[in-house]
Each structure stands twice: as C-alpha cells, then as structure tokens.
C-alpha cells in the first residue's frame, strides 16, 4: 500500500481536506473507477497547526443529534480544537467524500496526527 504524508502546517483546514479527498478516491489516478478505491493511505501531519481565521473560531459549530428527546448536541471549533485538533480535519474530509458505501472505507486509509510525524 502506498503511504502518501501531507504536512497541514500553516493551510486552511479545508484545502488540506481538498486534496486528502483528492487523494483518497483516486481522482488524479489514470485508471480511476467511481467503484474503487485506490491502494493509498494518507497521513495528514501537523493538524494542530493548521491556520484558522478568528471569524471561525469565534462562530464555528459542530453539531449533531443522537434521536433521543433532547439530545441535540452543539460543541464550539474552539472547545473541539483544543481537545482534539485532529478530529476537525475528519469531519471536513468526511464532508467532502461522496455519500456512498466507500466513504467508511475511505477513511479507514486515512491517519491524522496533531504533531509531526512518529
């Protein structure tokens, strides 16, 4: 498998997310098929130096709901950053993989970490 590293240090969070996906589903690859992933894994470096505009920081949601009555959930960028900077890089590739049966897969070929490499 073929291990591709890209360094998120000092890159907005969602053209680093571009180019994983990018990566991911095979779309600069000559013999792309909408039915196949390729043999890649990525590894994101740096996350926790990604660049963030004060707007972003201050307004940002995430939100999620888990069915029950009154489980609507809403965490600021802030509070998530902070705890786990690595997790707001995966929501924004999740985002932009297709909604299809490879996105699961897709993701499991993807490793983020909030430092440099180990």
Do not use: C
Not at 64 to 85: C, D, I, K, T, V
Not at 92 to 104: C, D, E, I, K, S
């Amino acid at each position: 498998m073929e291990r591709i590293v890209i360094d998120a240090k000092g890159r907005a969070p969602g053209r680093v997310a571009t180019e994983v996906v990018s990566v991911l589903t095979g779309k600069g690859d000559a013999a792309w098929a909408p039915h196949r992933l390729p043999d890649i894994a990525v590894t994101v470096i740096n996350a926790a130096a990604i660049r963030i505009s004060p707007r972003v920081v201050r307004s940002k949601l995430y939100r999620r709901h888990s069915q029950h009555p009154g489980g609507f959930r809403e965490e600021p960028f802030a509070r998530l950053f902070a705890r786990h900077p690595e997790e707001v890089l995966r929501k924004a590739v999740y985002g932009m993989l297709p909604r299809n049966r490879l996105r699961a897969r897709a993701l499991r070929h993807l490793s983020i970490l909030a430092g440099g490499e180990k």
